[in-house]
């Protein structure tokens, strides 16, 4: 094993580029005068656009497939992967506030399998959660409409009973982006980047080794990780920005235990966006931790002179515990080259200081506190069990969950079908409020949120994203009456 690491992290990663510092400049937030600033070719592509094919207005009506198919995902070599529509990542679905959103999907793969539409609050119906396999060779209508406030960058997965991290290893994830017409960064170009990590044997197989095995049982414990680190299915690739421009990047961690800590050499990011949208104003940082499933929203400013290039990279982050923590957890590993044009440098536009308003949730209409306890594996002593409910509750209610992380690992929470606002960690009071359906739960740490069940009564799950302990059972059941 070691050995096949060492040889795909020289296959894999590009070690050749020089990152060139430049001065850390911060962002003019004065009042929005932004202006159009038109994208050129020879960018890293966005993975394709889901092909709308309703003429009816506000509706978006796709087609996708889950297939096996052969595909190079590194020089040289194929592999037998799991795609949607024959891509890995799936084809984004790009949709606006307000759509009426239907996607034919058509399960062709040896197994079952469901499409959950990570983030989105929709009827439970449409949710693809593990209540709701879809046999090898059936169909399946998702349905749903947009709700007023959704405007941000989800993702889609399969959700089968136990075998989530097989698919989503297997290739199969793609992006949701979804507009509001009321965008205050409408006019900057932007770029949807979906991170992933995989590991392979010599010829090309997505390794997974017997769970009964010794690596078997690592990555069980672990969470599966792998050495090669994609950005939109390709390794270091490349993006443009001129001198000057501003681009919004849209970044989804799709890997399956994989937690980044992304940071541009050189630059600094200003965070407008967390999994639920927009912030209500832009954050200047330095580094972000984006945990599994997690979504953020930057501006990046080309702030080097033309024909210099920086990297975005990975720096390290000990979400392990000691007995399965990779050796080479401390590596830095980059991700993507950012590559400034030849071009005149243009002069940066300003940044609307304000966003959006985003009211919190009352908290004196609080009408339960409930406990999650993360324990290795197990959720408040459990493991998920189909037939039983967790936690009941009625459309309306607004409540408080007391989460809390027992071991030395970190377990990503994620809760479906309602965004979230994080009130407090570790008893420190969120500096400011987002709309959420991630957050990371570090070893040995509290967290308290709040969440509002505002409609869609229905069995929803809550889990741990790291997948293999999702399939292993932590997660549970939000019944909602
Ligand atoms: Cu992306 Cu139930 O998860
Ligand atoms: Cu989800
Ligand atoms: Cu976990």
């Not at 997505?206 to 069980?220: L, M, Q, T, Y």
């Amino acid at each position: 094993m070691a050995h096949r690491l060492t040889l795909l992290t020289l296959l894999g990663l590009s070690g050749s580029l020089v990152a060139l510092s430049s001065p850390h400049e911060t962002f003019n937030t004065s009042p929005f005068r932004a202006r159009a600033i038109i994208p050129r070719d020879g960018d890293a592509a966005d993975p394709p656009v889901l092909v709308n094919i309703s003429k009816l207005p506000k509706t978006v009506e796709v087609n996708l497939t889950a297939a096996v198919t052969t595909l190079s995902l590194q020089p040289g070599v194929t592999s037998e992967v799991f795609a949607y529509n024959g891509h890995v990542p799936g084809p984004t679905l790009d949709v606006r506030e307000g759509d009426h959103v239907i996607i034919h999907f058509k399960n062709n793969l040896p197994e079952p399998t469901t499409v959950h539409w990570h983030g989105i609050h929709l009827p439970v119906e449409s949710d693809g959660s593990p209540f709701q396999p879809i046999a090898p060779g059936e169909t399946h209508d998702y349905a749903f409409t947009v709700g007023p406030g959704t405007a941000g960058t989800y993702w889609y997965h399969p959700h089968p009973d136990r075998r989530t991290g097989f698919a989503i290893g297997k290739g199969l994830f793609g992006g949701i982006v979804v507009h509001a017409a009321d965008d205050p960064l409408a006019s900057i170009p932007e770029k949807l980047l979906i991170l992933s990590d995989n590991r392979f044997l010599h010829d090309g197989t997505i390794d997974f080794p017997e769970p009964a095995s010794h690596h078997g049982g690592i990555d069980e414990e672990n969470g599966r990780e792998g050495p090669v680190l994609f950005v939109n299915g390709h390794v270091m690739p490349a993006l443009t920005i001129r001198s000057g421009e501003v681009q919004r990047w849209r970044i989804a961690n799709a890997s399956a235990g994989r937690i980044y800590r992304i940071a541009l050499t050189g630059h600094t990011f200003l965070q407008v966006g967390s999994d639920g949208g927009l912030f209500e104003k832009p954050v200047e940082l330095k580094e972000i931790l984006l945990t599994t499933g997690e979504r953020v929203e930057v501006l990046v400013r080309g702030s080097d002179v033309p024909g210099a290039k920086s990297v975005l990279q990975n720096l390290p982050y000990d979400r392990y515990a000691p007995q399965t923590r990779p050796a080479d957890w401390q590596t830095t590993s980059d991700l993507l080259t950012l590559e400034t044009t030849n071009e005149t440098p243009v002069t940066p536009i300003a940044i609307p200081a304000t966003l959006r308003k985003i009211t919190p949730l009352d908290t004196t209409k609080v009408t339960a506190v409930r406990t999650v306890v993360f324990g290795q594996g197990i959720i408040n002593g459990k493991t998920m069990d189909m037939a039983r409910v967790d936690v009941s509750t009625k459309v309306g209610a607004t409540e408080i969950w007391e989460i809390e992380n027992i071991v030395g690992m970190d377990h990503p929470f994620h809760l479906h079908g309602f965004q979230f606002q994080v009130l407090d960690r570790d008893g420190v009071r969120e500096p400011y409020v987002a709309w959420k359906d991630m957050l990371n739960m570090p070893k040995h740490s509290t967290a308290r949120i709040i969440v509002r069940y505002d409609d869609y009564p229905g069995k929803w799950m809550f889990h741990c994203h790291i997948l293999d302990h999702e399939d292993h059972g932590m997660m549970g059941v939000l019944e909602v009456k």
